[in-house]
């Protein structure tokens, strides 16, 4: 067998969750200088560009969210692979070992995190044969909250601020146009979107997915895909959704399309949405021996350079500085567009510790406390532990249950990204509380915000799901609802919707 296999994807593996591409790099840094200084949008492009930095020097997980790892792997005729998708499966779970991919795989029914990333249906591992006699192996990681915001659309479609959409190129405009103001800052804009035009429902989604691998800066060779792709950039950012939803110049980095035949009956458009933290790398590896030939994507004899010449959240002397437990008074006080460095202690929840809430009274005093949307990579060193990687989670999966729980138990800030709907509005009003939205993907950054893990409860629910006490200091983060009504997320969502009308398709 081939002596080198397993360790040349276990560092395909740890590279493509800790180093960005070169391409999308590059996206980010013209992002960040299209953003004029002190805006919001600045803001958290200046984070997240510490953040890329700080992943890369450390060798640590990009994002918390390592997400779906999907293999494209080509072989030569007559490889053996049975005998790959086994190593493949063993680098995942030594990489998960090691804390560069976090426990993301669960069982379905009884919410059970397998705990090394296999499962059914995990990894994603998709073999083709070719005529080459070297082996190509190329992997996405894709996070969760990218992926909740993909789209299908089955046309002609009604679309809001868009009408009809045809079976026709400009229906299929406006199906791309309407899924990226729908994902808003969701999906931790700015992201980029694999597209397919035809195809079923299945090879469709799937199609979509594969174009994530093309570069950014790769120019489609069907001229009428060109165009389409071309025509999409020149509009889209006129959304002004910007980074994280903030508003912005910049709300995508890329639009790639491609396109399958179709049922006669059928005219699927599918929406592949991916985030800023847009990781995909490759590399060729010899047949004989498995050894790394070459990388995709990157020239490992080109260092990297950083995105920024400064390490620090940059402050401008107008943050507000609060310290758990809050009082109702200090929460009030705040309004939409305030940036906070929130001190003291704090703790994660998801979806699972939402869920027992509900049920359950809380393992810990909730009374002016900071409930952190966050499913962090934590490692055990001795008897303690260490969060690795801790960004914030899209918050809008709480929406059923966040308004009862801050009225049950006092909560007073929820923390996470992409905003919250009316119910959690109306609760915020309500009872005195405030939703902070932090950069989402911004794990490396916010990490090191965490000074001590003080404790965990329901362990049992597995580590990203797990209710975490935190000691955090100095954690920025910008408040998006406030407690009088206001929600930056409704104004930018009704703004941006008023610029896809007249856009004009
Ligand atoms: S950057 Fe945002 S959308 Fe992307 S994987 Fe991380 S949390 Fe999910």
């Known amino acids: 067998m081939l002596p080198s296999f397993f360790d040349s994807v276990l560092q395909l593996i740890v590279r493509t969750s800790t180093d960005l591409p070169p391409d999308v790099r590059a996206a980010m840094k013209h992002s960040l200088i299209s953003e004029p200084e002190g805006t919001r949008a600045s803001q958290a492009l200046t984070i997240i560009a510490q953040n890329i930095d700080l992943a890369a020097d450390g060798e640590g997980a990009i994002c ?19 005998w790959m998708r086994q190593q493949i499966r063993e680098a995942v779970q030594e990489a998960t070992r090691r804390g560069k991919l976090r426990p993301n795989s669960v069982d379905s029914i009884t919410g059970k995190n397998s705990g090394d990333n296999l499962g059914p249906g995990t990894p994603i591992i998709h073999f083709d044969q070719w005529e080459r006699d070297d082996i190509e192996i190329k992997l996405i990681l894709k996070g969760g909250g990218c992926e909740n915001t993909n789209a299908q659309y089955a046309l002609p479609v009604e679309l809001p601020h868009l009408g009809r959409a045809d079976r026709t190129l400009d229906g299929v405009k406006k199906c791309i146009l309407h899924a990226v103001w729908n994902a808003q800052g969701k999906g931790c804009s700015p992201g980029a979107v694999g597209v397919c035009i035809g195809g079923d429902r299945t090879s469709g989604y799937t199609h979509a997915k594969e174009q994530l691998f093309r570069t950014l800066d790769d120019v489609n060779q069907d001229s009428r895909l060109a165009e389409l792709e071309a025509s999409i950039m020149s509009s889209v950012n006129n959304l002004e959704i910007g980074p994280m939803g903030f508003g912005g110049k910049v709300t995508l980095i890329g639009c790639k399309v491609g396109v399958l035949n179709r049922l006669p009956a059928s005219f699927f458009v599918s929406v592949a949405y991916d985030c800023w933290a847009f990781r995909r790398l490759g590399v060729v590896l010899d047949a004989a021996s498995g050894a790394i030939r070459s990388w995709m994507y990157r020239d490992p004899s080109h260092p990297i350079i950083p995105m920024l010449d400064q390490a620090g959240f940059t402050r401008t002397g107008r943050e507000i500085a609060l310290t758990s437990p809050l009082t109702e008074e200090a929460v009030r006080a705040l309004k939409v567009g305030d940036v906070v460095m929130v001190s003291g202690r704090m703790f994660t929840g998801r979806d699972a ?43 809008i999966r709480e929406e059923p249950y966040q308004g009862e729980i801050i ?39 916010y990490a090191r915000a965490i000074k001590k893990v003080d404790g965990v409860s329901l362990m049992e629910f597995g580590t990203p799901e797990a209710m975490w006490h935190l000691s955090v ?33």
């Open 64 to 82: 918390q969210d390592t997400g779906m790892p999907t293999f494209e792997v080509h072989v030569p005729v007559g490889a053996n692979q049975i």
């Open 353 to 395: 510790v939402h869920s027992y809430l509900m049920k359950n009274p809380p393992p810990v005093d909730l009374n002016g406390s900071v409930l952190y949307h966050c499913g962090p990579v934590v490692v055990k060193e001795g008897e303690t532990w260490r969060v690795t990687a801790a960004g914030p989670t899209a918050s």
């Open 407 to 445: 009225k049950r138990y006092g909560v007073r800030v929820v923390i996470g990204k992409g905003g919250m709907g009316a119910r959690t509005l109306a609760a915020l009003k309500e009872h005195g509380a405030v939703y902070l939205n932090a950069i989402g993907g911004a794990a490396q950054f």
């Open 473 to 505: 200091e100095d954690f920025p983060a910008i408040v998006t609802m406030d407690a009088h009504g206001n929600s930056l997320h409704k104004d930018i969502e009704q703004e941006s919707g008023a610029h896809l009308e007249a856009i004009g398709v």
